[in-house]
């Protein structure tokens, strides 16, 4: 006795197998219970997640008609030529710079080749708070005219104490100036304009430095921490990377 393997139902919905010798880009379809099967043109469902429009877009053909099989093929490689061009524009958006702070901020973080991609996961954290800090406060300032005296300005605000009479917050100041170095410096290798004269500027500045620290974390420090992040109500506090981060802000 011969066994054959049980009938595979096909799904409601869209149809994706095609004859072997019509398969155009994005060409889907979908089956009535009578007549010809309904065609569309469908974008990729990546693009469409990024805000690719339209996400679909009904084909007024017909399979069955030899004389409708060019127009389909036209329509769908018509189709698919914009998505891919929309799709080709989109990357270079994102690695569009545009010669302010925030354009080299948002390239060191997109650009396949920067250092900020191959960061610990932990240090990454770390450094995208700061690059928010960075992008907040002077974002919008053109790389081409800053000046010396900006960066001894943007020290001087960061370090100021959170109220008046409490300690100078020299260790963040100083970071968003080291920062701004590392950024200088992944623009000079991207060939950015303005970086380089920035990068040499900033190598000769001195900034002071956050003293040494007397005291490190210990571990009634790290159950203090989590003790008050469960009182909080936020558990995710108490990973061992946002201690780190905490740690590393302390001073």
Same mark, same amino acid.
């Given at each position: 006795?011969?066994?054959?393997?049980?009938?595979?139902?096909?799904?409601?919905?869209?149809?994706?197998?095609?004859?072997?010798?019509?398969?155009?880009?994005?060409?889907?379809?979908?089956?009535?219970?009578?007549?010809?099967?309904?065609?569309?043109?469908?974008?990729?469902?990546?693009?469409?997640?990024?805000?690719?429009?339209?996400?679909?877009?009904?084909?007024?053909?017909?399979?069955?008609?030899?004389?409708?099989?060019?127009?389909?093929?036209?329509?769908?490689?018509?189709?698919?030529?914009?998505?891919?061009?929309?799709?080709?524009?989109?990357?270079?958006?994102?690695?569009?710079?545009?010669?302010?702070?925030?354009?080299?901020?948002?390239?060191?973080?997109?650009?396949?080749?920067?250092?900020?991609?191959?960061?610990?996961?932990?240090?990454?954290?770390?450094?995208?708070?700061?690059? =928010?800090? $960075?992008? @907040? !406060?002077?974002?919008?300032?053109? *790389?081409?005219?800053?000046?010396? +005296? #900006?960066?001894?300005? %943007?020290?001087?605000?960061?370090?100021?104490?959170?109220?008046?009479?409490?300690?100078?917050?020299?260790?963040?100041?100083?970071?968003?100036?080291?920062?701004?170095?590392?950024?200088?410096?992944?623009?000079?290798?991207?060939?950015?304009?303005?970086?380089?004269?920035?990068?040499?500027?900033?190598?000769?500045?001195?900034?002071?430095?956050?003293?040494?620290?007397?005291?490190?974390?210990?571990?009634?420090?790290?159950? =203090?921490? $989590?003790? @008050? !992040?469960?009182?909080?109500?936020? *558990?995710?506090?108490?990973?061992? +990377? #946002?201690?780190?981060? %905490?740690?590393?802000?302390?001073?």
């Amino acid at each position: 006795m011969v066994f054959l393997p049980p009938r595979r139902c096909r799904p409601t919905g869209w149809r994706t197998s095609m004859p072997s010798d019509f398969n155009e880009p994005g060409l889907k379809r979908r089956k009535r219970k009578s007549g010809p099967d309904i065609l569309y043109w469908v974008a990729r469902a990546d693009l469409v997640k990024a805000g690719y429009r339209p996400e679909t877009v009904r084909l007024p053909y017909t399979e069955d008609d030899e004389s409708h099989r060019n127009l389909i093929s036209a329509a769908c490689m018509r189709f698919q030529a914009e998505m891919l061009e929309w799709s080709s524009g989109r990357k270079r958006e994102l690695n569009r710079f545009d010669g302010t702070i925030l354009g080299l901020s948002r390239r060191y973080q997109t650009d396949e080749a920067s250092p900020f991609k191959r960061l610990k996961h932990s240090t990454r954290q770390k450094d995208t708070y700061t690059l =928010a800090l $960075i992008e @907040k !406060a002077f974002g919008t300032r053109s *790389l081409a005219a800053l000046k010396i +005296d #900006d960066f001894y300005r %943007w020290y001087g605000a960061a370090k100021k104490p959170r109220e008046a009479g409490g300690q100078e917050r020299v260790r963040r100041a100083y970071g968003i100036i080291k920062k701004l170095r590392e950024m200088l410096a992944f623009g000079i290798m991207a060939e950015l304009p303005e970086c380089k004269r920035l990068y040499d500027v900033l190598h000769h500045a001195r900034f002071s430095q956050p003293a040494r620290r007397r005291v490190s974390m210990e571990l009634s420090h790290a159950e =203090a921490f $989590i003790a @008050k !992040a469960i009182e909080m109500g936020r *558990l995710s506090l108490g990973r061992g +990377d #946002d201690l780190r981060i %905490w740690d590393s802000q302390q001073g």
